[in-house]
């Protein structure tokens, strides 16, 4: 079974597995799919993270494909260009080198079993072939329209004769097709040590950029232990520092002294619940969250059983807590693959913002990421800007384990700083509730804090939760904003949940994507 965002991209992956290949393969073939498909959200030019479980060694591996910033880029450069924040847009954003391939490789080369291009040959035909332009890239193209222009010119592939092109246009991307060939035949090596490398720090020096050709030669894909905790008799999975994914366990050590049963679903005390202990854990994120290379970050004790019960022991049931976050943004992809052998792939891709730094080289026709722009100019911030470091990232994919240690549910979303919340709602609606995937994806959600890049400690809520329940929580204290029905503000979650009856997916209205099953 595949799952993801964008249905030709799970069809991909869907005729990979159904060629033998692995899980690992069938992902990489997503990825590089969307890549063609979604491209405002995901593509050559972001980082990625992989979760997954390999099946006949019975562990869990995961993957930092996450890019440093260059050798060149430091605080005292953007004090001379008289800047005291990265732009959130442009060069001067991309300061960090794109990830997302090198894991690609480095997974194929220790997991695949089909040749490397084969994996890129569905993303080269929806390239150079066309396929039609989802709700979600027409949207933000339109948004994106006048960055496009600006960092990638009036012949950049997205803007098809200058213009955005409405849903439903068939577009094609012939220099991404071009690309993609390169890579297929020259490896994914190819990116960093080759000419695509060159053009890329070529066209980023033209506008400004700080990256150069050995800052993409030195890059390299890090194999990491990923960290778990217990819950309710499961094994909850994330990966390690620079993601944001240990907030999500701190939250369910938090919820476990709570019997969400007696709390009921879909009440103000459980939105209120989950609410405060997200607030609880991303105050120790915004804390410690950084390159765990360029600082001590105590995970053990963020982690343990002990210290839960003290964050615990802070909650109020009836009154919200005050909290003030910092900012994050989102423009992710999430997939979920379960192949034959019970291999499981957990992975998320990313450009950061919609379109990433909006720099598309036209004759490479893809976005780099703008990932840089998370960094701070400050001194005395965690995040501070270093040449070599790689910045706190948002994206977590999640794996359940059961009791026997194989793989229950595996699960993740986009949407920055929604995506430990959403992952939240999913697990304590299938793991406590017994909901299916689909159903927990289904249900009103809700986003507490900075979503897209936007300030806020407001508490958004989709506009089907009951009115009755909005004004309990805002009798709480709860600073509620009323969202519409469906909209992506929640992001687009995915899910595949293992049995012995089968597989069961969940695949999220809010996105173009499909369940793909054998």
Known sequence: MVVCPHYLASTAGLNILSQGGS??????????????????????????????YDAQAQQLYGLNGSGRAGAGCDRALFARLGLDTIPQRGPQAAITVPGGVSAWGVAHQRFGRLSWADLLQPAIALAEGGYPVSPSQAHWTRVNQADLIAYGGASTPFLPGGRAP??????????????????????????????????????????????????????????????????????????????????????????????LHTVGHGTADYYH???????LAFADRDRWLSD?????????????????????????????????ASEVGGGTTYTAVVDGAGNAVSIIQSNYFDFGSAVVPPNLG??????????????????????????????????????????????????????????????????????????AIDLPRWVWGRTWGEASTQLAVESRIPAAVRQA????GHQLTIAP???????????????????????DLRSDGAIACL
């Open 23 to 52: 899980a690992v393969d069938a992902a990489i073939a997503v990825q590089a799919a969307l890549a063609v498909v979604y491209p405002h959200m995901t593509g050559l030019g972001g980082d990625g993270f992989w979760l997954g």
């Open 485 to 507: 029905a469906w909209t992506s503000q929640m992001g687009h979650a995915h899910a595949i949940q293992v049995s012995a009856e089968g597989l069961r997916g969940g695949c």
């Open 473 to 476: 929580l805002i009798d709480r």
């Open 273 to 279: 619940l989950l609410v405060e202990a997200t607030k």
């Open 292 to 324: 765990p290379d360029f600082s001590d970050i105590p995970l053990t004790e963020l982690l343990s059983k002990a210290y839960g019960d003290r964050r615990r022991a802070r909650l109020s049931m009836a009154v919200a807590q005050n909290y003030s």
């Open 166 to 259: 409405h849903a439903g246009t068939q577009v094609v991307n012939l220099p991404l097709g071009k690309t993609l060939r390169r890579l297929a035949t020259g490896g994914p090596q190819a990116f960093y040590q080759g000419d695509i490398a060159a053009e890329l720090v070529a066209y980023l020096r033209n506008l400004g950029g700080l990256l150069s050709v050995d800052d993409f030669a030195r890059h390299t894909t890090t194999w990491v232990e990923p960290i778990a905790t217990t819950y309710r008799g499961y094994q909850v999975c994330q990966l390690p520092p620079n993601t944001q994914g240990f907030t999500v366990l701190q939250m369910l050590n938090v919820l476990e002294g709570f019997n």
């Open 366 to 439: 893809f976005p780099l990421q703008n990932r840089g722009a998370l960094f701070s100019l400050n001194s005395d911030h965690l995040n501070a800007l270093e040449p070599g470091k790689r910045p706190f990232h948002t994206l977590m994919p999640g794996l359940v384990l059961n009791s026997e240690g194989r793989p229950h549910l595996v699960l993740g979303t986009m949407g920055g700083e929604g995506q430990p919340q959403t992952q939240l709602a999913l697990l304590t609606r299938i793991l406590d509730f017994g909901f299916a995937p689909q159903t």
